[in-house]
């Protein structure tokens, strides 16, 4: 294969689906970093709420909502749920003194809870929803389909949004005092337990969001959630627990690594090399590239 | 040492005399019934008792969660399997099982214990699941058939000889085997090297001002518990006669930790406990619906906001305070 | 003396009342995975064997004795299904153990039945080794193995499309790789050329980092060995990605099946593969099968359940043979038996407890599995590689 063939066909369009899958595992891993860097809180069921924007989408779907209403539906059917969730069952552990550990196992049983009970409603056979724009357009001689230029750009935005909401707003500013010292922000009166609440579901939200955005092209099924989790903690890892510029970086960073190393190494060591990416940020600077979030 | 420790590691002990007891009330009635299916199904919930164990050590011990301890029990297994398969030496298996768990053990050890807390949980997370894959691609380790052909053996004990195909037989060994394990953690508990561990779950700082090397502590316990894992996953193929990648998997971590936590983080015999209580309520509820894994998920959820020290550490608490000599405060 | 004639009347009569169905059951335990990632086919199974046990029931049984289907979760878990079929043949004592769907799960299964000196039989696994390099005394089989699948297949690729340039494209595991080896071996054997191959982690979500390998190699033929939900992400990318446009698609007989195919949608148009079933086979004893099966769970049988059906009747055949459920008279008359299925006959092979049958080639139009070629049994078989008995 000549040089520009390889270029054309095999490299260019390896960077370009590395880019979308970046984008993809970004808006995942946003909402886990938040509620980590937020709550303190590991959510090992982060990839059932994935799972779960994406089967309310199908349902949804199947009733007539458009995808275009579903993007702005889904994310918002989520928030009292995720809110519920850290309300009810996070805050009662959460002043343990063993809060990560407990934490972790509490969300651990949640996620067995959640991914068995999507099994039981919707059987354990995959469903696809249509794909909301078909077509492609051929740039250079790479084919691009237009959903997944649609993804890139559209999770962009989000990605901006939040950053945007985070860091320029009021309510914003709120988040990251009550990250970086919650008693201090609580005798300023912010409300910090409803903030703890609204990030968490805010978090879970964009989980959701991810899952609906993505179930065109990766298809919906119970156990989808294990699709992303540990590549997804590995980007909040190396990222800097918390930080939302470490997800994006992080994100494309390994995604690319991942869509690189697949070519000239077998696909299955893609796995352990970014799992050995993260072992290695954890020996050698356990904050991650950018640190906290109430410490960005 | 009359300390709040000593006394509810006496409590345990009641409790683990009392396991005891009940299991060998087990042996006796289902040898004279022959039966065959309950005693070898509580035979299995025995070895996964000793993974549960293992988890409990560093969990209830250093305060260390670790996700992937399977890793330990299914390279034990896999490692036991091909010794049986070449000569059928009880012995040979459990050495070489054992020797499997050190050296994984200080290399996992080694990658594992430059962090703590959640950090830690999922790198031991991700090393089995790494090992889980690579297991599971390796033909010669017959890949995802796993390796069957694991031949029954018997084991020389001295004076008395036990088939690995009998059942009632088979199962007292184990039993022997896992209270064995059980009072040797025990007495580890009552060194200074235990009491260590112990302090670094409380305080780990202090510890450390202490002058005694947290890092070298916690390596010290993550080989251990390794070790055991190792161990007790060699008795897995003598039992069922075949290995799988699936003994590797994360949902038999994730049952150990569930065992644990519901039976009762530290307190040794909770892990046993719950260990037998996971296995009966999967064989149980298995039976009316598929969906078992919803009750035991909210049964552990549960566990964990409402009762934090798990069923034994309940029934512990109980027990040391008929121990208490009355008058002291 | 009055009273002592009325009891014994009575007792009479009972006895006689009961005669009718007088003797115990025969039991036929199924461990199959009713939760998890294949209870979709464990669904297909359990129908299969419900339906096969009605029809029986209704005519009387096997020699007189009703069946009893006893149902256990293996959830294609090794570790599980050995505990359950334990169960099922220790405390529920049945007579023939079925269902097993993952290779792990029969081969592991296989040897407690061994170990128990009982039978069992799969009809879902196809992995050559259960009847060839693992092969076991105790095992039987009545589906159709990859090696039939792909020879067949294989066959069709010559006639349709001589010397084709194929790509391969399989799950990086050990069902994966052997399947793609299988057709490689028979593709070969045909005539085409083989353009490289590539394999993906199983569970991979996105296919697209290989098109690239793959539109450069420019193909006419793709075959791919991956299942289940990888087969509906590797489909639809290819569609999106405009991979489809003059690709002729081959796979195994798992790639597409009833549990997927609603989810590929109409990316699937234009797969061919070698199957042992289609619901369009065209035979009054299918036509009335496909009819019984709809009306009983309002879904179309696939492979899965069609040769569930089939291997209850087998038994049937071979118990009435053998006037007896005792295991090595079972093992005896299973051995070389020849009965009828919805499939046409099927033989099992005494040498490697493998069934023979014919083998066919079905295209996916519209969502429908049709059949457009077949081939004999005895040319699909390949050897019989089993040395242990």
């Known amino acids: ?296 | 040492m009359h300390d709040t420790l000593s006394t509810a590691m006496r409590a345990s002990h009641r409790l683990a005399g009392a396991f005891a007891v009940g299991a060998l009330a087990f042996a006796a009635i289902g040898y004279a019934d022959g039966d065959s299916f309950y005693l070898r199904l509580a035979t299995e919930a025995l070895i996964f008792a000793g993974l549960a164990l293992s988890v409990d050590i560093l969990l209830g011990y250093t305060g260390l969660l670790s996700l992937g301890q399977a890793l330990y029990f299914g390279l034990g297994a896999y490692v036991s399997a091909l010794v049986l398969k070449e000569m059928p030496s009880f012995w040979a298996a459990l050495a070489a099982a054992l020797v499997t768990g050190l050296v994984t053990g200080c290399i996992g050890g080694v990658i594992a214990n430059r962090v703590r807390g959640v950090y830690f949980a999922l790198i031991t997370f991700g090393m089995a699941q790494v090992i889980a894959k690579v297991i599971y691609n390796t033909p010669s380790l017959g890949a995802s058939d796993g390796l069957i052909g694991v031949p029954v053996i018997d084991i020389h004990l001295g004076l008395i000889t036990v088939s690995t195909a009998s059942p009632a037989g088979f199962f007292l060994l184990v039993l022997a085997f896992l209270l064995l394990i059980y009072a040797m953690l025990a007495y580890l508990l009552e060194t200074p090297f235990g009491r260590m561990l112990i302090a670094l779950r409380a305080n780990e700082q202090r510890v450390a001002f202490l002058g005694f090397s947290t890092v070298k502590l916690r390596f010290g316990c993550y080989v251990i518990a390794a070790a055991i894992a190792s161990v007790c996953g060699a008795l897995y193929p003598m039992l069922r006669g075949f290995v799988a990648p699936e003994l590797l998997f994360f949902s038999t971590s994730a049952d150990a930790v569930i065992a644990v936590v519901i039976g009762g983080v530290g307190t040794l015999t909770g892990a046993i406990y719950g260990s037998m209580l996971i296995v009966m309520l999967k064989s149980v509820i298995g039976s009316w619906t598929e969906h078992h894994l919803i009750v035991i998920g909210i049964l552990f959820m549960a566990v964990v906001v409402v009762l934090p020290q798990g069923i034994i550490g309940l029934a512990r608490e109980r027990l040391m305070r008929r121990f208490q000599p009355k008058g002291l405060s | 003396m009055q009273i002592k004639t009325v009891l014994l009347a009575s007792a009479i009569v009972i006895m006689g009342a009961g005669a009718s169905f007088a003797q115990s059951p025969i039991k036929i335990g199924v461990d199959t995975p009713l939760s998890g990632t294949y209870a979709g086919i464990g669904q297909q199974v359990r129908w299969g064997y419900e339906l096969a046990v009605k029809e029986i029931n209704a005519k009387g049984g096997i020699l007189g004795r009703k069946i009893d289907l006893i149902f256990e979760d293996g959830q294609a878990n090794p570790t599980v299904a050995v505990q359950k079929a334990e169960k099922l043949f220790q405390v529920d004592k049945v007579d023939f153990l079925a269902g097993t769907v993952s290779s792990s799960a029969t081969v592991a299964v296989g040897q407690t039945a061994e170990r128990a000196n009982k039978l069992m039989a799969t009809s879902v696994s196809f992995a050559d080794s259960i009847t060839g390099s693992k092969c076991s005394p105790n095992v039987f089989r009545v589906n159709a193995r990859a090696g039939q699948q792909s020879a067949a297949l294989a066959a069709w690729l010559a006639k349709e499309h001589p010397k084709a340039k194929v790509f391969y494209l399989g799950p990086d595991y050990l069902m994966g790789r052997s399947t793609v080896a299988a057709f490689q071996t028979n593709a070969k054997k045909v005539g085409a050329t083989n353009l490289g191959e590539v394999f993906a982690p199983l569970g991979a979500k996105d296919y697209t980092q290989y098109f690239g390998q793959i539109r450069a190699a420019h193909p006419q033929v793709l075959y791919t060995s991956v299942a289940g939900n990888d087969t509906v992400r590797l489909f639809t990318q290819m569609e999106e990605f405009g991979l489809l446009k003059g690709l002729t698609v081959l796979g195994a007989s798992g790639t597409v099946t009833s549990q997927n195919i609603g989810a590929i949608g109409k990316a699937a148009n234009g797969f061919t593969t070698g199957v042992g079933y289609s619901t369009e086979i065209d035979t009054p004893e299918n036509k009335a099968f496909v009819k019984a099966f709809q009306a009983a769970n309002k879904h179309d049988p696939d492979l899965y359940g069609a040769d569930s059906y089939g291997l209850i009747y087998a038994y049937k055949a071979a118990v009435e043979k053998a006037k007896s459920t005792d295991a090595d008279k079972v093992r005896a008359a299973l051995s070389g038996l020849t009965w009828a299925t919805p499939q046409g006959d099927k033989t099992i092979r005494a040498g490697d407890h493998q069934a023979i049958q014919t083998m066919y080639v079905v295209q996916i139009t519209d969502g429908k599995f049709k059949i457009i070629s077949h081939v004999d049994g005895k040319d699909a078989i390949g050897p019989d590689t089993c040395t242990r008995f």
Do not use: C
């Open chain 1, 1 to 296: 294969m000549s040089a520009g063939d390889y270029i054309q066909f095999v490299l260019a369009p390896q960077v370009f689906t590395g880019l979308m899958f970046g984008i993809a595992v970004i808006l995942v891993a946003l909402g886990l970093t938040i509620i980590f860097g937020l709550l303190d809180v590991i959510n090992m069921a982060h990839g059932e709420f994935y799972a779960l924007g994406a089967f309310i989408a199908l349902v949804l779907a199947s009733i007539g909502f458009p995808f275009w209403l579903l993007l702005a539906v889904v994310p918002l059917l989520m928030m009292p749920v995720g809110y519920a969730v850290e309300r009810l069952l996070i805050q009662r552990v959460f002043h343990s003194k063993d809060r990560h550990i407990t934490t972790l196992l509490l969300t651990l049983g949640l996620s067995i809870v959640m991914e068995d009970s999507l099994r039981l409603v919707f059987g354990a056979n995959p469903y696809r929803p249509d794909m909301p724009i078909h077509g492609a357009i051929q740039f250079l001689g790479i084919y691009l389909p237009t959903y997944r230029l649609f993804l890139i750009v559209f999770g962009a935005v989000a990605i901006g949004f939040v950053a945007f909401v985070v860091y320029r707003t009021r309510l914003g500013a709120m988040v990251r005092a009550a990250a970086f010292d919650r008693h201090m922000a609580a005798s300023l009166g912010i409300p910090v337990e409803r903030i703890f609440g609204g990030a968490f579901a805010f978090g879970v939200a964009l989980a959701g969001l991810a899952g609906v955005l993505l179930a065109p092209i990766y298809s919906v099924f119970p156990t989808m959630g294990h699709d992303f989790l540990l590549l997804a903690f590995t980007v909040v890892i190396v990222g800097g627990m918390g930080s939302i510029a470490g997800v994006v970086v992080a994100g494309l960073f390994l995604t690319q690594v991942q869509a690189i190393a697949s070519l000239y190494i077998s696909p299955v060591w893609t796995d352990p090399i970014v799992f050995g990416i993260m072992v290695i940020m954890l020996m050698v600077r356990p904050q991650g590239l950018f640190g906290r979030l109430g410490h960005a």
